[in-house]
């Protein structure tokens, strides 16, 4: 945190420099600023920007350089600040590239487009600076994470109360069957008892059968 606190606003001198340099000596960098002007405007097809235009462009920018210059510095917004600063200093580094000049134009506006570069990579670097609190992508790699442990679990929990369920269907028809056998083994010994006392009854009645016929001839002799 300590280390932070000291480079933004190392970070952010060159860029307030140069705001301040654009916003109260915008005559001096409304050559490089007429080419990018024009380009836009050709782009667009509208007509070109006259001297006062593109020295008003310049002083905006330079005061919004300034502006997020500051906010870095002294660590409010930081990220966002930087991040604008970046967008501020990209359009630089596009009307200083070098490619199409010669001789010492050449050789100035190449220390002007290293220069710009390297503070849009500075500046971005300050920008994705989470200040060691875990990213986007952790925090969505987290999350997804999560969800699938939670899908696991619900699946396990899903197939512990299924394997339950069958477990206790099992030990229902065991039950079920236990039942069925022993209502047929009563039915049978019931049957079997039934038989029997029905075989007595006949034979009793046979034999009396037997004795009232024998009382009966006893009788008629």
Same mark, same amino acid.
Not at 67 to 89: E, I
Not at 154 to 178: G, I, P, Q
Not at 203 to 218: H, M, N
């Given at each position: ?16 420099? !140069? ?30 920007? !006259? ?22 510095? *002294? ?38 487009? *290293? ?107």
């Amino acid at each position: 945190m300590l280390l932070r606190r000291l480079a933004r606003p190392l970070l952010a001198v060159p860029f307030v420099h !140069d705001g301040l340099s654009a916003a109260l000596r915008p005559t001096e960098h409304t050559d490089a600023a007429r080419e990018g002007a024009d380009l836009v405007t050709r782009t667009l097809g509208v007509d070109p920007l !006259d001297d006062t235009q593109v020295s008003l462009l310049v002083r905006a920018h330079g005061i919004a350089t300034v502006a997020a210059g500051v906010l870095l510095a *002294v660590g409010r917004a930081p990220r966002t600040a930087a991040l604008t600063l970046a967008a501020l200093t990209a359009p630089l580094a596009a009307v200083n590239q070098p490619f199409t000049s010669k001789g010492e134009v050449r050789k100035e506006k190449t220390t002007k487009f *290293v220069r710009n570069v390297g503070a849009v990579g500075a500046a971005v670097i300050a920008g994705i600076d989470l200040e060691g609190r875990p990213g986007v992508s952790y925090r969505i790699g987290q999350k997804r994470a999560a969800a699938g442990r939670s899908i696991e679990h619900a699946a396990e929990r899903t197939k512990l109360r299924a394997d339950a369920a069958a477990s206790s269907a099992k030990k229902s028809a065991k039950h079920a069957a236990k039942d069925v056998r022993h209502a047929a083994g009563s039915a049978r010994k019931d049957a079997k008892h039934a038989a029997g006392s029905a075989r007595k009854d006949v034979r009793r009645a046979v034999a009396e059968a037997k004795a009232s016929a024998g009382k009966a001839a006893a009788k008629l002799s």
